[in-house]
Nanobody
Framework: QVQLVESGGRLAQAGGSLKLSCAVS??????????MGWYRQAPGNQREFVAA???????TYGDSVKGRFTISRDNAKNTMYLQMNTLKPEDTAVYYC?????????WGKGTLVTVSS
């Protein structure tokens, strides 16, 4: 059973930066064998794609975060990160970590990011 635990969310000011972490445990597989990504959901909105690694290591970003957010991972720590710069109030959301391993799709419980103007 893969477990994902997000951390790093907090209140930040517009124009500031935050770094989120997603720690992966409970799997014999390393994160390099998984497709992993970040999604977010603002109140009243649908869950939105933010950034992801494919299982081949290709990186993709959602249009709303391109040039501001950077996804990365530390294979030795089995942890994925999301560096968020130039934050905007519209980045306010619960940020979720996602991992896909074969036919299984895993989600963390989320971490809240609030950006004040």
């Amino acid at each position: 059973q893969v477990q994902l635990v997000e951390s790093g969310g907090r209140l930040a000011q517009a124009g500031g930066s935050l770094k989120l972490s997603c720690a992966v445990s409970g799997s014999a597989f390393t994160i390099t064998t998984m497709a992993m990504g970040w999604y977010r959901q603002a109140p009243g909105n649908q869950r939105e794609f933010v950034a992801a690694f494919t299982s081949a290591g290709t990186i993709t970003y959602g249009d709303s975060v391109k040039g501001r957010f950077t996804i990365s991972r530390d294979n030795a720590k089995n942890t994925m990160y999301l560096q968020m710069n130039t934050l905007k109030p519209e980045d306010t959301a619960v940020y979720y970590c996602n991992a896909v391993l074969g036919p299984w799709n895993y989600w963390g419980k989320g971490t809240l990011v609030t950006v004040s103007s």
